[in-house]
């Protein structure tokens, strides 16, 4: 080995021993707690300024110094964090994205508390604690990794460790003290962020902001490590400092020479990018999306008035007010980008500030060009919305934490390799529009900009797209099974993002008369993300008072103020609801929701009585809160509904017109029922009870045979002895069919077979046919497979090829995704509630009936919502505050308003009383009745005996019969 290569390799062994110990750091961290803490690099940072402040200012001795600061501040520190922010998050059952947005405040404190205390500028007197013996480091790395290695291995608290790993709440039902063990996790974690930050802090520039963003980019090695093996963290961190030094010596020339030197000199960005974009993401499924707003956040019009004269005000000021306040609008426009991705679409967006970066780059670089300014911002926009549209691709297939990791490790990358290089931006300048160029005329500009903008998003926000990015955030299964197409609305959601800051970055720019990286930093980013999650993300106001608030606190005399202030409110995130949210509630109160009544007479076996027998005004007799099925079930002739003075709207659901002269079909559900308004619930009104439908689909077969505990033919279901064709002939027929029910041949499973990433074989060769105008019910113990052979029939779950096929109608959808399936007709429910907190009852049906096979029909949703008793005031109520059995309405409401030919259910009558349950196996009939194909997986064998004609029953992973 040349002298050169061994000095570099000692170099490249410092930097790496410093990252080995960051990875140590964050995996025994996550190990403990569960939580990736993307503050490890402020804690560094802050441990490295408090040994220079003990030794350097105090003067106290380097040895006592550094004992003091590793062995008492630093694990002080974490054990602060752990009692003071993440145990509380825990004990709340907070979700990963909250953790998340908790580690983001703690960074943003950290660095906003370092710029209060020790000033924003470099210092570079930092003590040297190990020399600069590069073997020193590798073997106090080495010692630390085995002691560690050796504490999980072979003491009772490693036992513990590893336990509250493997499973949590086992282990605390078997008496550790899970607690413990975490608050031992933050200790050790802080302590080897402490010991990093003295390390580096004499060979790196020390300041708040740079230290902290070294370390983030380490954060690689733990990935590289899946966060579980140190040995591999402390390998790749070595191997990645060592190629990093090797390669400063490469001298690329031609025009790319410059960007493959930047590459070079900044490996772990590089493994940074592909551990978070490449590899499996880590952190689990987790949420995806940021928790909804607890209530739809509504800004009263007189404080718009309000907003809009402080707006103006700056208007009327001059010199270095003016100029500060023209980085309101600005940076409003950059923050509007969060409200769509983050607070629309519930993603976690962290590399905002490198597309604004972006926007200012493009800006300038077209405008040095010689194209107009005002053009050459116009044009910066779409092209950062394509650099967007290339990075979110990869982006969008991650959840929670791994997208967190994605979208930071572009911005930090963009930032590294673009923004900050002399190549991109060495004398670049920007200059304002002809014609703006003082302040008040450039504000003005801006102003005009920025409505604009806003009045985009909020068209956005109230429309479809609005609506489906809402549902996204609230429920992402449940988005994608109302059809809404889950990765072409994210990818969009950050297009439309990195558009937004690319223009209120092009304007920070012209409003400064300068490209200034720093103004696009990835710390700065992560501050904006935490200001509008603080506020409230989901409001068209946060971006304006969070970008009035930071440049105003930002010129104060106090720099740091902002991040600090935001830094702490974030860091109570989920225990301060978000300040915006806070403001009176200028909406009407809210109806109650109707009451359950008592289970009308009817129900029990009585006729019904025409509500004006009672002499009360025909209003929808509703069991439970359900509207009843119709008249007509009891057998009794259904009155024209205009007799009993209600108007008969029509009713049908999926694909009859108006039905005339129906016929009073004799009683097949389970209770009679009384009638509401005699509105069938499935079609209109019965006009004169007396004549025979027209249109039944032929009554088929409702036994088949073969296919039972793997053969390959279709099942063989026990029919109800209420089935068949007496039961069929008992159904009542009130609407016409849909129109394809009598061509098709329905949904059907073929010789499915689905095993599990971990080997669990859920399904064996099963082969099911659900059939028209039917209800199919399979029954099973826990573990069955039944959930198993439900999602792949909805296409939440695929096989893999060769292992069977789904298909509709005969043709093949084995591949089609979720969301494809329901725009083919295939509606689905879920077992755990998928309705969306944060939209109201009727917009939750809306969406189903928006984005299905038959676009375009509210009337589809207005039906539904009558049919399931939501027609009332409760439609204009948030989701959120609803009980479950209206809840339970609503998903079904919304899965009808598609107007499906086949419905799936999972336990549909899970969280409902007795009475709400007949209900809905009243409903259910009814629709089968009416062409409907039907599933339900179901654990109620009252609903089951009630309603279905087929029961097939599953274990093992097979149909038993
Ligand atoms: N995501 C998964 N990963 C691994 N195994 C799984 C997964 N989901 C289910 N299983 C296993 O597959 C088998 C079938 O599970 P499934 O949930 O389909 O049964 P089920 O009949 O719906 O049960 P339940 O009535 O309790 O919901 C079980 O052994 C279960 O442990």
Not at 16 to 40: D, E, K, M, Q
Not at 699 to 728: F, K, N, Q, V
Not at 938 to 946: I, K
Request: charged share 15%.
């Amino acid at each position: 080995m040349d002298s050169l290569t061994y000095e570099l390799t000692l170099a490249g062994l410092a930097v790496g021993s410093a990252a080995a110990l960051t990875g140590i750091g964050l995996v025994v961290t996550y190990r403990a707690t569960g939580v990736l803490n993307l503050a490890h690099g402020a804690v560094a940072m802050i441990c490295a300024y408090v040994l220079r402040q003990l030794v350097v200012v105090w003067g106290w001795p380097l040895p006592l110094g550094a004992l003091v600061t590793l062995l008492l501040v630093a694990p002080a520190l974490g054990l602060v964090l752990d009692r003071g922010v993440f145990r509380p998050l825990a004990l709340r059952g907070s979700n990963p994205a909250q953790t998340l947005v908790a580690t983001i405040g703690v960074f943003v404190l950290l660095v906003g508390g370092a710029v209060l205390l020790w000033g924003p500028g470099a210092r570079d007197d930092a003590p040297v604690v190990l020399g600069d013996d590069p073997w020193a480091q590798l073997a106090a790395v080495l010692a630390l990794a085995c002691l560690v290695g050796a504490v999980t291995r072979w003491t009772r608290f490693g036992r513990e460790l590893r336990a509250v790993v493997d499973n949590r709440p086992l282990a605390v039902l078997a008496g550790i003290d899970a607690d413990r063990v975490a608050a031992a996790g933050w200790a050790f974690g802080s302590f080897t962020a402490g010991l990093t930050g003295v390390l580096l802090a004499p060979y790196v520039r020390l300041d708040p902001y740079g230290m902290p963003l070294l370390v983030v980019e380490v954060i690689a090695v733990a990935v590289i490590a899946r966060m579980r093996s140190l040995p591999v963290a402390v390998g790749a961190a070595l191997a990645i400092g060592v190629a990093q030094a090797q390669l400063t010596r490469l001298h690329p020339e031609g025009w790319a020479g410059p960007l493959i030197q930047a590459v070079g000199a900044n490996l772990f960005v590089v493994a940074l990018l592909v551990a978070a974009l490449v590899l499996p993401g880590v952190g689990g499924k987790g949420r995806d999306a940021l928790p909804p707003p607890t209530r739809a956040p509504r800004v009263p019009p007189a404080l718009w008035l309000v907003v809009g004269v402080l707006l103006l005000l700056p208007l009327g000021l001059a010199g270095s007010d003016l100029h500060t306040a023209v980085q309101v609008p600005a940076l409003a426009v950059i923050l509007l980008s969060l409200v769509v991705v983050a607070g629309r679409g519930g993603q976690i967006a962290l590399g905002q500030a490198a597309y604004a970066g972006l926007g200012a780059l493009f800006t300038a670089l077209l405008a040095a060009a010689g194209v107009p300014t005002l053009l050459s911002l116009a044009l910066s926009v779409p092209m950062v919305a394509v650099a967007g549209l290339v990075t979110a691709r990869p982006a969008i297939r991650r959840h929670g934490l791994a997208l967190a990791l994605a979208t930071l490790a572009v911005g930090v990358a963009v930032s590294r390799f673009v923004l900050t290089q002399p190549y991109a931006t060495a004398d670049l300048s920007l200059g304002r529009p002809g014609g703006f160029s003082d302040d008040r005329a450039f504000y003005a500009l801006e102003l005009v900009v920025l409505a604009g903008c806003l009045a985009l998003v909020a068209a956005l926000r109230r429309g479809r797209t609005g609506r489906a990015l809402a549902a996204l955030r609230d429920h992402e299964p449940g988005a994608e099974a109302a059809g809404v197409p889950v990765p072409r609305l994210k990818l969009l959601a950050f297009v439309l993002g990195a558009a937004l800051a690319a223009l209120g970055g092009g304007l920070l720019g012209m409003g400064l008369r300068a490209f200034d990286p720093d103004q696009y930093d990835p710390v700065r980013g992560l501050l904006w993300f935490a200001a509008v999650l603080v506020l409230g993300a989901d409001s068209l106001l946060t971006p304006l008072a969070a970008a009035a608030l930071l440049t105003t606190l930002d010129a104060g005399p106090q720099a740091g103020t902002a991040a600090a202030l935001i830094g702490l409110l974030a860091t109570l995130t989920g225990r301060l609801p978000p300040l915006l949210t806070l403001l009176p509630d200028q909406r009407r109160p809210e109806a109650p929701v109707p009451p359950p009544t008592t289970v009308p007479a009817e129900a029990h076996g009585t006729p019904a009585a025409p509500a004006e027998a009672h002499g009360t005004p025909a209003a929808p007799a509703e069991i439970h809160g359900t509207p009843a099925a119709p008249a007509e079930i009891h057998g009794a002739p259904a009155a024209p509904a205009e007799a009993h003075g209600i108007p008969a709207a029509p009713a049908e659901i999926h694909g009859a017109g108006p039905a005339e002269g129906r016929p009073a079909a004799p009683a097949r559900a389970p209770a009679a029922v009384p009638a509401e308004g005699r509105t069938h619930p499935h079609g209109p009104p019965a006009a004169d009870g007396g004549q025979p439908s027209t249109g039944r689909p032929a009554p088929l077969p409702t036994t088949r045979t073969g296919g039972a505990g793997g053969s390959h033919g279709p099942a063989e279901g026990r029919t109800h002895p209420r089935g068949g064709a007496a039961a069929d002939e008992a159904k009542p027929r009130t609407t016409e069919p849909a129109p394809r029910t009598s061509r098709r041949a329905g949904l059907r499973a073929v010789d499915l077979t689905l095993t599990y990433p971990g080997g669990v074989t859920a399904l064996s060769h099963v082969t099911l046919d659900l059939a028209p105008a039917r209800v199919t019910a399979l029954v099973g113990p826990n573990g069955a497979g039944k959930s198993t052979l439900f999602d792949c029939l909805a296409g939440t779950l695929r096989p893999r090829r060769g292992q069977g096929r789904i298909t509709l109608d005969g043709a093949d959808i084995t591949g089609r995704s979720a969301h494809a399936r329901a725009r083919l007709g295939i509606a689905r429910t879920f077992q755990q509630l998928a309705v969306f907190p944060s939209l109201t009852v009727e917009e939750n049906v809306r969406l189903g009936e928006e984005r299905r096979r038959v676009r375009g029909d509210p009337a589809a949703a207005e039906r539904s919502l009558r049919l399931l008793g939501l027609a009332g005031p409760v439609r204009h109520r948030a989701a959120a505050d609803l009980p479950t059995g209206t809840l339970r309405r609503v998903e079904l409401a919304r899965a009808l308003a598609g107007r499906p030919h086949t419905l799936l259910l999972d336990e549909p009558a899970a969280g409902l009383d007795a009475g709400e349950t007949e209900a809905l196996a009243r409903i259910l009939s009814a629709l089968a009745a009416d062409g409907l194909t039907v599933l339900v997986v179901e654990h109620d064998p009252d609903l089951v005996a009630g309603i279905a004609d087929t029961v097939h029953t599953m274990e093992g992973g097979r149909i038993l019969s």
